[in-house]
């Protein structure tokens, strides 16, 4: 079956300019992760959405960043205002259980570059 | 803090020898690990898990991982190495229960030499 997709696959933007990077999980899939990949700095956490709770928010880097999550499917990262530090390749992984340690299934990333 | 590191940012192997990746963590409650490989240009991929129950995992291509709960440790072994598995290996821990979030070291690269 189809597996996570993210779009777009490559962002190229100016400082001060909003992205919106967007996320679409394994159909079925309850469980949403948003990370950030840094050359060097391995996967860091931003937000996770698991079924219709609350988002845990406790990665977001700063209040630039937010993401939503619509109907239990889609998601969408939001950057306002980019600085060159939020460079990176930003990667979206989905899981199929609410609970439990589940594996997650992740897409290609969208790689980011601010200029 | 809870935390969990990759010490080796490199690994050399020559093909056909055993491989070691190794990676150690820092939790509370009962630890639920992962590893997870990435090859160039491609996204990450699940290898395996240790969730309960033997502390040797059989993963994907090959792949095993000790979990050793006096050391802390949870590393990635393979018996005999193949160019082939030249990428990037993450270790991922839960933090903690109650919550379904992930902490992932640093990565190490593997290189697989001919």
């Known amino acids: 079956g189809a597996g996570v997709s993210q779009s777009p696959s490559n962002k190229v933007t100016e400082k001060g300019k909003d992205v919106e990077l967007r996320c679409d999980p394994i159909?079925?899939?309850?469980?949403l992760y948003w990370y950030r990949q840094s050359l060097g700095q391995g996967l860091e956490f931003l937000i996770y959405?698991?079924?219709?709770?609350?988002?845990?928010k406790s990665g977001l880097p700063s209040d630039r960043f937010s993401a939503e999550r619509t109907g239990g499917s889609v998601s969408t990262l939001t950057i306002q205002r980019t600085q060159q530090e939020d460079s990176a390749v930003y990667l979206c992984?989905?899981?199929?259980?609410?609970?439990?340690?589940?594996?997650?299934?992740f897409g290609p990333g969208t790689r980011l570059l601010v200029l | 803090a809870q935390s969990v590191a990759q010490p080796e940012d490199q690994v050399n192997v020559a093909e056909g020898n055993p491989l070691t990746v190794k990676c150690t963590y820092s939790?509370?409650?009962?630890?639920?690990l992962f590893w997870y490989v990435q090859y160039p240009n491609r996204g990450l991929q699940f290898l395996l898990k240790?969730?309960?129950?033997?502390?040797l995992v059989k993963g994907s291509y090959g792949f095993e991982a000790e979990f050793n709960k006096s050391q802390t440790s949870f590393h990635l072994k393979k018996p005999s190495a193949l160019v082939s598995d030249s990428a990037l290996y993450f270790c991922?821990?839960?933090?903690?229960?109650?919550?379904?979030?992930?902490?992932f070291g640093t990565g190490t690269r593997l290189k697989v030499l001919a």
């Open positions: 992984a989905s899981g199929e259980r609410a609970i439990g340690p589940s594996t997650q299934y």
């Open positions: 159909s079925g899939h309850t469980a």
């Open positions: 959405f698991q079924g219709n709770s609350a988002p845990d």
């Open positions: 939790v509370s409650g009962n630890p639920y």
């Open positions: 240790y969730i309960t129950g033997d502390n």
């Open positions: 991922a821990v839960r933090v903690g229960s109650g919550t379904y979030k992930y902490i």
